[in-house]
């Protein structure tokens, strides 16, 4: 059974700094593309951030410049390091994996399931 849990999360100051891994049992994360996606209160959920099985990111405008993602084929774990945080990135993040197989790009548009239980993170002074 695919599934994929989420940590990390906290209360952190503006301009503060989490890095939110994401890991993955039941399957070979490797083979997929992993994507981060967070949710705030009265919102829709939109994505965040996507790595492609090789490798390749992308992100939101909104990120972009402040959070990189990475994967540790090791350790069967996504990351998302999250720097410069704003109040306005308070939400639940989420990730999820993509069966898309290709390696060289990665969008946030594709299909993805398996999504975890999310991780609430708080940005606030």
């Known amino acids: 059974q695919l599934q994929l849990v989420e940590s990390g999360g906290g209360l952190v100051q503006p301009g503060g700094s989490l890095k939110l891994p994401c890991a993955a049992s039941?399957?070979?994360?490797?083979?997929?593309?992993i994507g981060w996606f967070r949710q705030a209160p009265g919102k829709e959920r939109e994505g965040v951030s996507c790595?492609?099985?090789?490798?390749?990111?992308s992100y939101a405008d909104s990120v972009k410049g402040r959070f990189i993602i990475s994967r540790d084929n090791a350790k069967n774990t996504v990351y998302l390091q999250m720097n410069s945080l704003k109040p306005e990135d308070t939400a639940i993040y989420y990730c999820?994996?993509?069966?898309?197989?290709?390696?060289?790009?990665?969008?946030?548009?594709?299909?993805?399931?398996?999504w975890g239980q999310g991780t609430q993170v708080t940005v606030s002074s």
């Open positions: 039941g399957f070979t994360l490797s083979y997929y593309a």
């Open positions: 790595i492609s099985s090789g490798g390749s990111t």
């Open positions: 999820a994996a993509s069966r898309n197989t290709v390696r060289t790009m990665c969008a946030l548009g594709w299909s993805f399931g398996s």
